[in-house]
């Protein structure tokens, strides 16, 4: 997820229990590469993380074979290609789902990366365009014909952005047409939520966004309900703020005491937006300039009395 899922945010989420983790989105157009922002989205890809998933966008066949290649020099293991992202800025340049429109591009772009490179390539994509173009069906069989090896399905149409809820039946469809491993996405917020949405999918494994934010132990819970049937509760409050700590030390290691300050702001609000009394505190976090000071923060937040009330879902 872009501004999301940084190198620190990924690393987390595979501690626990993420069976992969994948780059924030890159512009295929690699001469963007020598920016601080994208320098930032490829580095730190250590092996620690392996394997390592680099996400490219963009709409240019050419151009997106040439950033698989570059990828791959940075470390990727697998490459993802984005072709779900309904963001304006990246359908005005008709990448991202407005690629979904034009089904010859799609092939000739799938057909290129593939060719391009010796690692798997694999493709992120929504149920289709709109309602009356759910494509999706197409898409995927065009994406398993170009040799993409896992398809990721967020069952929302373009158009939806992240509008409404999710749907399976399209992701359930996409399943029975192809022999690839597809992966279901979209508003799977609890373990039992992923066992439905793989029962009722067919999918080989679920992809989890937003709902891992400020909540990345959700992945092992889906791991153990999966594995054991055991609905696993959420880590005690000691657990959680060691997590968040450890977060908050990564990010300052990662982009420096300036940028990993600001970056904390907004996890910090995922992590805790859900505990009583919280505005005043946000506002007070949102004010301070050290990551010794937020760290301190939080610590004292979560050792108030009130805090101790099991955090409300
Ligand atoms: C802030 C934000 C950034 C996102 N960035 C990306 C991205 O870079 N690449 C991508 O494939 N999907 C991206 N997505 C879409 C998510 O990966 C996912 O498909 C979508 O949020 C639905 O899943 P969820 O309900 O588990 O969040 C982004 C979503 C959000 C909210």
Redesign the pocket.
């Known amino acids: ?4 899922t940084d190198a620190p945010f990924r690393r987390l989420c595979r501690e626990h229990g993420a069976g992969m983790a994948t780059t ?2 890159i512009s295929s157009d690699t001469r963007l590469w020598r920016s601080k922002k994208t320098r930032s989205r490829l580095s730190a890809l250590d092996r620690e993380q392996a394997p390592v998933c680099i ?1 490219i966008a963009g709409s240019e066949p050419k151009a997106m074979a040439e950033a698989a290649k570059q990828a791959m020099d940075f470390g990727a293991d697998i490459i993802d290609i ?1 072709m ?2 309904p963001a304006k800025k990246v359908c005005r340049k008709l990448a991202g789902s407005a690629l979904l429109r034009n089904t010859p591009l799609v092939e000739h772009i799938l057909h290129s990366v593939v060719k391009a490179v010796a690692i798997p390539v694999t493709l ?1 994509t929504r149920t289709g365009w709109d309602k009356e173009h759910k494509n999706g069906v197409a898409i995927a069989k065009i994406a398993e014909q170009a040799g993409i090896q896992a398809l990721t399905v ?1 069952g929302r149409t373009r158009a939806c952005r ?1 509008d409404g809820v ?1 749907e399976y039946d399209t992701i359930a469809e996409i399943v029975s047409a192809l022999s690839i491993p597809v992966v279901a ?4 917020n609890t373990p039992q939520k992923a066992v439905q949405v793989l029962r009722y999918t067919g999918a080989a494994a679920v ?5 891992a934010l400020g909540n990345p132990w959700i992945f092992e819970q889906v791991e153990r309900y999966i594995s054991t049937g055991e609905l696993p509760k959420n880590p005690s409050l000691d657990i959680r703020r060691e997590i968040l700590l450890r977060h908050l030390r990564q990010l300052t290691d990662f982009y420096g005491e300036q940028v990993g300050v600001r970056i904390a702001r907004k996890h910090v609000r995922w992590y805790l937006e859900t505990y009583p009394n919280i505005t005043p505190f946000l506002k007070h976090f949102n004010q301070l300039h050290t990551s010794q000071s937020q760290q301190e923060a939080v610590t004292d937040f979560l050792r108030r009395p009130e805090t101790h009330e099991e955090k409300v879902a």
């Not at 997820?1 to 999301?4: L, Q, T």
């Open positions: 997820m872009a501004g999301v924030e989105m996400q984005n779900g992202c992120k967020h992240f999710a996405n979209g508003d799977i992809m989890i966004g937003r709902p």
